[in-house]
Structure formats: structure tokens, C-alpha cells
């Protein structure tokens, strides 16, 4: 049958299952827009106020649902708009399709209205992309499209359309199969039994051995099958930042988050391993430190579904390419019953030592201390997405993740303003859960455009402000490395409440400790969204930190001026 | 130390771009690229020699190799295989010296492809070292012009293995 450029692409999103796109129109992908008209029944399109968050958003429902997000943009300042959001998404291997509008094929090249080079500025932060110049190849890109950012190592692809391309009618009748003679993700997916035994070798060979789980455990859905390998072989978990909820925290074998600012008897205990597990993680540099003296004394296993991963920051002694989920299973069966009691016991007793998440007590009100009765107050059943600095890092330490795949995040990339749009693509995904955004003051301020969609659309999340009137990281790092020389780290904020309020919304700010309990419970009863303006302690700083250029074993509790403050 | 890796890539637009900007992208060292169309309909095979160590020389493969388009990626360096170069050099050549230059050019079986009033090209094929001792020999006379293709390379004996699935379409518009 006939069907045009755009109808072509429409039917590939009903046949993938998207239900949900964000985007935003422009006169490049009115044609696009147009066919949308007539797909409305199927296809929910969430009109974003500006492109970043639509790509967010995508993002945060690839991540939240296990399927791929879909975002849409025009030509031009569209794609460009979309470019901080995909290169997060390509940074933490995040499942998206960007469809993006283009000029018309004859307009190629000759710096038309709204023309941009797209595919050349997405082409390093996607894992593939596409210009399309005829219609007729359209049911093979699309497919390609979903395939490739949903397979193997899954990563964001862009599929760009001149407009003219959308209006063509071609003849089509299906889909093809993908067959690309360069992408066979599927044969690494299986572990190699030898590998498997030679992994299985040292870890019975080993006294002090570590789990390190990271990003990877979530898109493989190898939840059971770490806490089973954990028990069996009875091997603290510590996670990455990415790792968190995917092993409950309250497991005896938990010791949470490693890295910059992971628990420091978890830095310790990675830095005195004599093995690490590391699976489904690629040894950043927030998580080694100072690489040459990363884990100096451990053997290291790692599996990783992509092969370039192995070997590229550490050596490695058993490199496994492979599915977690399966190789996870492998190991269970070729291990025996393991006890590491006296080095679990270590651990523990380096937490009681050195307890990193204990809050102090006092009448200020400190962030960890706001995250934490967040905590109490959803039953520890919230799903938390952040973005990137000081709140970042307090809702990756404080909030204690029981439940899997709660706990969502700009990690790689590190982009502030993530964690408001990626939250509304979260609920898209989960909508029956409750989605709590918590966000600094500076990052609520980059994307906070989108009230207007959570209002329109009454999309119930809660946007906590962790609200320091700073720049938090900014300010802690020129407070610790920059001798106090503070500059451009305090804001000056608007009146958040009047903001939301000006929006439509509910706004209710605390700046009390009893103020914070009783805004929290108020927002946990409505139903529909609800901006927190959480005021809390200006200086209060992320602890334990290990300092930029130091070891993990070199992770420091706190400094001398918090010290003498709450002496 | 240099690596000579083989690549056979879909014969896409754009494909030279993506290979050009993971070179840029993770700052590696790439000393001659050479692309042109191989045995099989709509992949094109490129010799890229990277002047990078061994564990560099494995990251520059894998990251190749994850390219979509790239349907394979060989680091020969360690396995026997052949290499050659083409150059095309424009030659200083009044009537004087033209006998002598004439002479190297046979010593190194470089062929004269044009002869102008006050110059010459000459066509050399070789490996590295041949081409580089030969411009080294010829430069006193004065070098107008040099133009070098690149390595191209391949494997001695058995075929090199080829993926099972093969492009079904030549290459895209």
C-alpha cells in the first residue's frame, strides 16, 4: 500500500510499542505533525517547552521502562537543543530514538532557514544515526533504529528526515528484519565456559573479594541472579552510582555506593580487595580515583556486555564478554558455597568505625537529613531521579534503595537540569509509582520550563528543591581547592513558590526542620504534582570525598571548618 | 610502535566521517588512512597504521570494531602480511640532471609517468621504508610536489575471515 514518509515512521513507533514520545514541532517536521494528527489515538505526544527536555524525558522513560524512548525535534535549533540530552543518554547507555526534522533534500547543504549539519553534531554522541534521503529506506532505518539502541551495549540513535522525505508516498508493506552485516550483538551474549571456570578459579582462590555492580545489572535484569551470586559466595556488594538499586541496601552484604563519594569503608574495602567482581560497570574515573592506585592489591573479573570496555582503565585478569544475566548464572553453578565471614565481618566493623551516612544531630537543617525523611515519609517506595552535584550524591547516599531500578540519574554526563523532564518520563513509565525528583536550586533552574507540562498534563511528581541558594558542588570544591575564593556559586533565586504557584501548581516551602516534615507529608496526600522548596544549610558539604587526583584509600570523612562548627 | 589494522567497512556515506571523528574523539595517533573498494560489492576496505602501543593498538581495534558500519577490524601488525605504498613525486629535473635522476628512479623501479621542460614525475611502489629512502635520495634535487597514498595491506595466504552476513544492497544513494 501507499503510505508516506512519516506514516511509515508513526506505524514503526505503534509496532515497537511506543505509546508516549516527547517533542517539540518545528517547520522541518510539520509533516511529521501532521501524521501525528491521526495517530493521536495511539500515540500520546508530550509537547516539552524546550527540546533538552524531551530528550531528557526519553531518557528517563527508556531508563524507568526497559524500553526505548522516543523524542522529536525540528531542524536547526531542534537538533541542537536535543544535544545535551542524547550525549547523556549516549554517556549511560540509555536507549533512545531522536527523530529529527531536516531541511528539504534540495536545500541540503546550502545553510537554508534552520539548516544544521545534524547528523554531523550528533554523530559522536549517538550510537548510530541516519539521513534519510528517500522514503523507500525508511522501513529498513527505523527498524535498524530500534534495534541497534535497544541491543548489545543500548545507546541513543537519530533518525534525520529531510522534510520533503516525510511527504514522499512510497510503496510498503512491512518492516524488514534488521540485517546488518557490521551489528551482531547477539553473539557475544552467551558467556564462554572457560572463561566462566577460569573466573570461578579465582574467586575460590580468593580471601577478600568484592562485588562491584554497576549500571549493567539493571539492563540485564540480573537482580535475582546478583543477590543469589552474593549469597552463595557470600561477597559484600558495593554498587556504582549507576549500581544503586540494583542490591537492596538493607542486605547484610550491601555496603552501597563506591567512588568520590561512596561510603568510605566501601572505598576501603575496594581498595584492600584482593578480588573485584565488577560487573556490568566501566571503571570510571569517579569510581577508581587515582587509577594507578586503584585496588593495587586485587584481581579483577569483569563482564561487560561490550568488549572495548575490557581492559580500557584496568587491567584485567578474567575479561568475560557477555549478558549479565547468564554469565551471573554460569558463575552460581560453577561455585561452590562460599564463606567470607571474617572479611565481611572487616567491613562491618570499618562502618561502625567510620559510619559515613550517619546525620548529625542538630536543629540546622542539613540535606542528608531532607532526603533521609524523604525516605521515611514515601516508606522507602519512592522511584528518585536526579541530576548531577551535592543533591546528586546526598539522594544516592541517604535514601536507602530496597526496591530495583529506583534510582535514576545524569551520571556520565553530569548534566544539570536531568533530573525534573527525566522524572516526567519516568512517571510516563511507571505511572502508578511515586516519582520524587530531587534537585539543587541551580539545576532546577535549567529545564524548569517543563511545569508547564506537568501541569497540563497533571503529572503527579514531586519536585524537592534542595535549596542551598548555591551552586553546592561549586561552592564545596572552591571552599576545599580554591581556598574560599567564591565565585559564581551563590544564586539568587526566585520565589520557587510563587513560580509553581504561577504555573498553576502547588508550591510549599520549608525552612525549618518542623516545616520540612510537615510540607513532605502535605506533598506525599496530593495527588498530582508539587514543587518543594526544601530550604536548607548553605555550606553543608558531601562527605566522605575522595579529593580529585587522590586514591580511594585516601577518602576523607570531613575538614576541619565542619569539624569546628559542630563542636 | 606502528599497528597496521585492516578494516572493511559498508560502503556508506559518511562511513570515513565516523571513522575520522573516533580518531579525533579518543585522540589517537593515526598515521596514514587508505579506503577504496574491496573484493566484495558495497564494502570498501581501509588500512589505517596508527602509531600507538600494544594495549592502545587493541582499544583503537574494539572501538572500530563497534562502529556500526564496520563489518570487521584486523590488527595485522604480528600476523605475516604484505604492504605497499604508492607515491607520485614532481621532480626539479633541468636537462643536466635528468640522466641522474633517471638513474635513482631505475635503481628503485620508480617509473617516469610524465616528463615536462624542468620536471618530471616519477611513480614509486613499495613499503614505507622504500618510499621514504627514495624521497630522502631524490630530495636534494628538489622535491616540487609529493603525494603518498597511504599503506594498503594484506595478509599472506589464507583468506582473511569474513563475516557470514553479507550486505544485500550495493551501496545507499
Known amino acids: 500500500m501507499k503510505r508516506t514518509g512519516a506514516e511509515i515512521i508513526l506505524d514503526s513507533l505503534v509496532a515497537h510499542g511506543v505509546h508516549t514520545v516527547f517533542g517539540y514541532p518545528g517547520g522541518a517536521c510539520l509533516p511529521l505533525y ?77 545553510d537554508g532557514f534552520q539548516e544544521t549539519d545534524a547528523t554531523g553534531v550528533m554523530l559522536p554522541i549517538t550510537k548510530h544515526n541516519w539521513l534519510v534521503m528517500n522514503a523507500e529506506e525508511l522501513p529498513r532505518v527505523m527498524e535498524e533504529a530500534f534495534y541497534i539502541a535497544n541491543t548489545g551495549r543500548k545507546g541513543p540513535v537519530q533518525v534525520d528526515v529531510p522534510k520533503d522525505v516525510y511527504l514522499e508516498e512510497v510503496e510498503f508493506d512491512d518492516f524488514p528484519p534488521p540485517n546488518i552485516p557490521g551489528y551482531n550483538p547477539d553473539e557475544g551474549m552467551q558467556p564462554d565456559p572457560t572463561l566462566v571456570r577460569a573466573a570461578a578459579e579465582v574467586i575460590h582462590g580468593s580471601e577478600k573479594p568484592i562485588i562491584l555492580a554497576g549500571h549493567g545489572i539493571h539492563y540485564s535484569n540480573a537482580y535475582d541472579e546478583l543477590l543469589a551470586f552474593a549469597e552463595k559466595a557470600n561477597i559484600p556488594v558495593i554498587t556504582t552510582l549507576h549500581g544503586v538499586s540494583s542490591f537492596p541496601e538493607s542486605h547484610e552484604l550491601s555496603f552501597g555506593m563506591v567512588g568520590m563519594h561512596g561510603n568510605l569503608y566501601a572505598n576501603w574495602a575496594v581498595d584492600r580487595a584482593d578480588l573485584l567482581i565488577s560487573l556490568g560497570m566501566r571503571f570510571d574515573d569517579r569510581v577508581t580515583g587515582r587509577l594507578e592506585d586503584f585496588a593495587t592489591e586485587a584481581r579483577i573479573i569483569h563482564v561487560d556486555i561490550d568488549p572495548a570496555e575490557i581492559g580500557k582503565n584496568v587491567t584485567t585478569d578474567v575479561g568475560i564478554v557477555a549478558d549479565l544475566k547468564p554469565t551471573i548464572r554460569a558463575l552460581i553453578d560453577e561455585i561452590d558455597q562460599l564463606d567470607h565471614s571474617p572479611w565481611v565481618k572487616q567491613i562491618c566493623q570499618w562502618r561502625e568505625e567510620h559510619p559515613s551516612l550517619a546525620i548529625r544531630e542538630t536543629d540546622i537543617v542539613l540535606p542528608q537529613w531532607v532526603i533521609r525523611q524523604i525516605y521515611h515519609i514515601t516508606n522507602g517506595e519512592a522511584v528518585v531521579v536526579t541530576d548531577v552535584g551535592q543533591a546528586q550524591m546526598w539522594a544516592a547516599q541517604h535514601f536507602w534503595y530496597d526496591r530495583r531500578n529506583t534510582f535514576f540519574s545524569s551520571g556520565g554526563l553530569g548534566a544539570m537540569g536531568y533530573a525534573f523532564p527525566a522524572a516526567i518520563g519516568v512517571k510516563y513509565a511507571r505511572p502508578n509509582e511515586q516519582v520524587w525528583s530531587i534537585i539543587g536550586d541551580g539545576g532546577f533552574q535549567m529545564t524548569l520550563q517543563d511545569l508547564a507540562v506537568v501541569k497540563e498534563h497533571n503529572v503527579d511528581i514531586k519536585i524537592a528543591i534542595i535549596n542551598n541558594n548555591h551552586l553546592g558542588m561549586i561552592r564545596q570544591w572552591q571552599t576545599l581547592f580554591y581556598d574560599s575564593r567564591f565565585i559564581s556559586a551563590r544564586l539568587e533565586n526566585p520565589d520557587f513558590v510563587k513560580l509553581a504557584e504561577a504555573y498553576g501548581l502547588t508550591g510549599l516551602r520549608a525552612t525549618s526542620k518542623k516545616e520540612v516534615l510537615k510540607v513532605l507529608k502535605e506533598a506525599a496526600k496530593i495527588p498530582g504534582p508539587v514543587v518543594l522548596d526544601l530550604v536548607v544549610d548553605e555550606v553543608e558539604k558531601v562527605y566522605p570525598m575522595v579529593p580529585a587526583g587522590s586514591s580511594l584509600a585516601e577518602t576523607i570523612e570531613g575538614d576541619e571548618v565542619e569539624e569546628a562548627r559542630y563542636a | 610502535m606502528r599497528h597496521v589494522i585492516i578494516a572493511d567497512v559498508e560502503d556508506h556515506p559518511g562511513v570515513l566521517n565516523r571513522i575520522a571523528s573516533l ?16 573484493h566484495r560489492p558495497g564494502i570498501s576496505r581501509m ?42 613525486a614532481k621532480i626539479a629535473a633541468p636537462e643536466m640532471k635528468r640522466t641522474e635522476i633517471l638513474q635513482l628512479a631505475n635503481v ?40 603518498r597514498t597511504g599503506e594498503v595491506a594484506m595478509v599472506r595466504g589464507r583468506a582473511m575471515p ?10 545507499a544513494a
Open chain 2, 47 to 88: 588500512t589505517i597504521v596508527v602509531a600507538e602501543d600494544h594495549k592502545e593498538a587493541i582499544q583503537v581495534t574494539k572501538q572500530l570494531d563497534k562502529l556500526i558500519e564496520v563489518v570487521s577490524v584486523t590488527d595485522v601488525t604480528e600476523q605475516r602480511h604484505v604492504s605497499r605504498e604508492m607515491a607520485l
Open chain 2, 23 to 38: 580518531f579525533r574523539k579518543r585522540a589517537y595517533n593515526i598515521e596514514s588512512l587508505a579506503v577504496g573498494h574491496s
Open chain 1, 34 to 110: 501532521d501524521a501525528l494528527y491521526h495517530y493521536q489515538d495511539r500515540i500520546n505526544h508530550i509537547l516539552v517547552r524546550h527540546e533538552q527536555g524531551a530528550a531528557f524525558a526519553a531518557d528517563g522513560y527508556a531508563r524507568a521502562s526497559g524500553d526505548v524512548g522516543v523524542c522529536i525535534a525540528t531542524s536547526g535549533p531542534g537538533v541542537t537543543n536535543l544535544v545535551t540530552g542524547i550525549a547523556g543518554a549516549h554517556m549511560d547507555s540509555v536507549p533512545v530514538v531522536a527523530l529529527t526534522g531536516q531541511v528539504p533534500r534540495n536545500l541540503l547543504g546550502t
Open chain 2, 108 to 147: 628503485y623501479r620508480a617509473q617516469v609517468v610524465d616528463v615536462s621542460p624542468g620536471s618530471i614525475i616519477l611513480e614509486i611502489t613499495g613499503d614505507e621504508d622504500k618510499i621514504d629512502s627514495f624521497v630522502e635520495i631524490i630530495r636534494p634535487y628538489g622535491i616540487l610536489e609529493l603525494s
Open chain 2, 162 to 171: 569474513t563475516p557470514t552476513m553479507v550486505a544485500e544492497e550495493g551501496p
